[in-house]
């Protein structure tokens, strides 16, 4: 419920699944990143700040 899965609209076909991979890509980025950081909160504090998503898309590997 992360997402907010139960409002979204893409339930024909193959959508759900589609849209399923990059969600737990984005969930599983977030939980490698500071670890000792709330996944809410770091959710919170890229949608507020470009600055942070970067740092964050930026430790990928």
């Not at 599983?28 to 809410?40: A, C, E």
């Amino acid at each position: 419920m992360t997402f907010d899965e139960d409002r979204a609209r893409d339930r024909k076909d193959h959508g759900p699944e589609n849209l399923a991979v990059p969600r737990k890509r984005a969930l599983n980025i977030l939980r490698r990143s500071r670890p000792d950081i709330s996944i809410r909160r770091k959710r919170k504090r890229c949608g507020w700040t470009n600055d942070c998503a970067r740092t964050i898309i930026g430790q990928m590997r």
